[in-house]
């Protein structure tokens, strides 16, 4: 017997006959003897609607009505899968975040899980019963719904599973394990069948939407047993019944590729403060007040500066856009710029490796790869284990399919 965290993604649940499957998996974990919890996301493309009801009716809207808004999508399923399953006999109850309670801190639309009591969970597990958890939601200090930041019901997932000790925490989606780089969008992509951790969450922070970032983290350190699979099993071109890929620690790996995996991001925006004073403390004068308004910045260059003043050129999230534009035009005496331009039309294409540590030459491949197709880099970014670019989002096919080549990633 194991006890074991089932969470479905929006695709998974996307109409009745989805929530029937949905069901009829669970009920065969349950069949098997195991102690079984499922955590659920919005039906797929409700979440969306709802950031939109909200954005149109106000670009600026305040964060507590957004999460009283977005948290809706989890609560619905939650409570169809709870009945998919009575109807099929499996004994089921729905649980939403404030019931359990799943606490976080007051981040109103990007909250951090900070408690779970899997006290009453594990009771209702023992006697019997699947809880069904609303995923993406909790509650905060003030007391009011939370949400988890977009993709959030995966942290839900592993968090639960940590407070519940769970043997496994299960992810189902609309793929059926973690690839090379995105198999949307490159029929080439090889499935790994194991990837570390360090890589997940590299590959994650930079836009591989196939996992949350604060999932991997979260899973990381509570050592948490997280398996991606697929929810459809043959019947789905991307699906299959085989085993998914598991994310394991960096030892459970016999090969190290210099290059694992490769990710894009069309969620950046690029910003460039023309002609700002060259000297000390400009940098504070512009990324302060960017911080102190919550708007995080990623890749940043500064330009060599010729007669006393140079140009920034940074990105921000593309919805922090044109509140990041707000903000420095507020600070224009305290930071002395010409002008400010604006570009969101780019994308962000990362290489990520564990093997990076000790191999030289992996950023002059990716330049030439691209450069060999025309395509220009605007901004560039390393860390350890991994090389950022920016380009034109024109071009954001073309360069992960180039890559994935240049780095012999692509299946026989
Ligand atoms: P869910 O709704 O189940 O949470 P998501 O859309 O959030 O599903 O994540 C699954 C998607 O992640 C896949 O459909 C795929 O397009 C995308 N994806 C991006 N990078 C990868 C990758 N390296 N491996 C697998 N899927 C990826
Ligand atoms: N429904 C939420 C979203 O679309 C959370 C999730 O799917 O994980 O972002
Ligand atoms: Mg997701």
Request: hydrophobic share 45%; net charge negative; charged share 20%.
């Amino acid at each position: 017997m194991a006890r074991i965290v089932m969470k479905f993604g929006g695709t998974s649940v996307a109409d009745l006959d989805r929530i029937r499957n949905v069901a009829a998996r669970v009920k065969r974990e349950v069949n098997a003897g195991n102690e079984v919890a499922v955590v659920v996301s919005a039906m797929s493309g409700v979440t969306n609607a709802l950031v939109k009801y909200c954005t149109d009716l106000s670009p600026l809207h305040d964060a507590r009505e957004y999460d009283a808004v977005v948290a809706t999508g989890e609560q619905v399923t939650a409570g169809l899968v709870a009945i998919a399953l009575q109807e099929a006999g499996v004994d089921a109850r729905s649980w939403q975040g404030w019931q359990i309670a799943l606490k976080t801190d007051n981040a109103h639309g990007k909250a951090r899980i900070e408690a779970i009591d899997g006290a009453t969970l594990i009771a209702r597990m023992q006697m019997g019963q699947v809880p069904v958890i609303a995923g993406f939601q909790g509650i905060g200090p003030d007391n009011r719904v939370t949400t988890l930041g977009r993709g959030g019901s995966d942290t839900s997932a592993v968090a639960l599973a940590a407070a519940m000790q769970a043997d496994r925490c299960d992810i189902y989606t609309d793929v059926d394990g973690i690839y090379t780089t995105d198999p949307r969008i490159v029929p080439k992509a090889r499935k790994l069948q194991k990837i570390a951790y360090e890589e997940m969450l590299e590959l994650a922070s930079v836009g591989a939407k196939v996992l949350q970032t604060r999932s991997v983290e979260l899973a990381m350190k509570q050592r948490v047993r997280v398996q991606v699979l697929s929810s459809f099993g043959n019947d789905n071109l991307l699906g299959s019944d085989l085993p998914g890929t598991l994310v394991v620690d960096e030892d459970e790996i016999m090969e190290q590729a210099i290059v694992s995996g490769i990710a894009y991001s069309r969620d950046e925006a690029k910003i460039t403060v023309r002609r700002v004073p060259d000297r000390p403390g400009i940098a504070a004068a512009i990324f302060g007040p960017l911080s102190d308004a919550s708007v995080n910045v990623d890749m940043i260059v500064q330009n060599v500066s010729a007669d006393g003043t140079t140009d920034m050129t940074f990105t921000v999230g593309r919805a922090d856009l044109a509140r990041a534009r707000a903000v420095l035009d507020a600070h224009i005496a305290t930071i002395g710029f010409a002008e400010i331009l604006s570009d969101a039309d780019v994308a962000k294409i990362s290489v990520v490796g564990t093997g990076m540590r000790s191999h030289a030459g992996v950023a002059s491949t990716m330049f030439k790869a691209l450069a060999d197709r025309g395509i220009n880099i605007q901004v560039i970014s390393t860390s350890e284990i991994k090389v950022s670019v920016l380009i034109a989002a024109d071009y954001t096919e073309l360069a992960v399919r180039a890559l994935h080549t240049a780095y012999g990633l692509d299946a026989a």
